[in-house]
């Protein structure tokens, strides 16, 4: 994502970039209420890659924020399953 | 993240899960403007954790659907890096 899109993410800039991944997950909500599995799938990787260059400009390693957090327990009770009773 | 949380996130469902998504998204919005790196990279792992579970229970591979749309090329311009002009 970074080859890709870095130049014009970073043209775009942080708000502009975030403005467009809230959209995406707009289109995500219509595509789960629609049922069609194949254009779920698409709105699923749009916001992902949308993510993804948002992280990008704001120099943020997104898989290593994730594997930071959830390194395969969960962050409130460290248990795997989780056991959380909120 | 399916092993950890699909049990909770299947008795959530859909709509749940997608609106704890939302939530989510708009936290990051905050952390961004706050400019607080670290705290930044904890609300993108947490969106990324609500985009997987969303995924799980609707049966999607994330990353698969990533991988499919895009595959080291733009989907739009099938360029490297994007050639758009939009």
Redesign the interface.
């Known amino acids: 994502?970074r080859?890709?899109?870095?130049?014009?993410d970073s043209e775009r800039g942080?708000k502009g970039t975030?403005d467009w991944?809230?959209e995406e997950?707009e289109e995500?909500?219509e595509a789960?209420e629609g049922k069609d599995?194949e254009a779920?799938?698409?709105e699923?990787?749009?916001?992902?890659?949308w993510?993804a260059s948002?992280?990008n400009i704001?120099?943020?390693n997104?898989e290593?924020?994730?594997i930071?957090?959830?390194n395969?327990?969960?962050p409130k009770c460290h248990q795997?399953?989780?056991q959380c009773t909120f």
């Open positions: 994502m080859r890709l899109y870095f130049h014009r942080v975030y991944l809230a997950l995500l909500k789960l599995k779920t799938e698409k699923f990787a749009d916001v992902i890659a993510l948002l992280a704001t120099g943020i997104l290593k924020a994730a930071d957090k959830y395969g327990k969960c795997s399953p989780c």
